[in-house]
């Protein structure tokens, strides 16, 4: 089992970064996937997070209206657009997968099972 994001990089205050979550030894259409960031000094946090279908996401508060989160089932690939990008968006971004059929909220870290390598997201003048 292999998750691995990639994408980051260091980018201007207001620009924008794609960040990709390549997955591989398990079904992918199986599985909730949700990034996670975790900057210096602090927890890790929810970022966003996407049903196995992709038809529903959840986003946090920061990030609202700014990051959208997408899957291709097919390519075995997640993918998280970040646009207009802030100072205090700089973190590691993670992805991770759980099982689609576990039951509580998609922004409770406990519940993944599968987590990737981060990339680093540097957002700065």
């Known amino acids: 089992v292999q998750l691995q994001a990639s994408g980051g990089g260091l980018v201007q205050p207001g620009g924008s970064l794609r960040l990709s979550c390549a997955t591989s030894?398990?079904?992918?259409?199986?599985?909730?996937i949700a990034w996670f960031r975790q900057a210096p000094g602090k927890e890790r946090e929810f970022v966003a997070a996407?049903?196995?279908?992709?038809?529903?996401?959840t986003y946090s508060d920061p990030v609202k209206g700014r990051f959208t989160i997408s899957r291709d089932n097919n390519k075995n690939t997640v993918l998280l657009q970040m646009n207009t990008l802030r100072p205090e968006d700089t973190a590691v971004y993670s992805c991770?997968?759980?099982?689609?059929?576990?039951?509580?909220?998609?922004?409770?870290?406990?519940?993944?099972?599968?987590w990737g390598q981060g990339t680093q997201v540097t957002v700065s003048s």
């Open positions: 991770a997968a759980r099982l689609a059929f576990r039951l509580g909220p998609l922004t409770d870290m406990s519940a993944y099972k599968y």
């Open positions: 030894g398990f079904t992918l259409e199986h599985y909730a």
């Open positions: 996407i049903t196995r279908s992709g038809v529903d996401t």
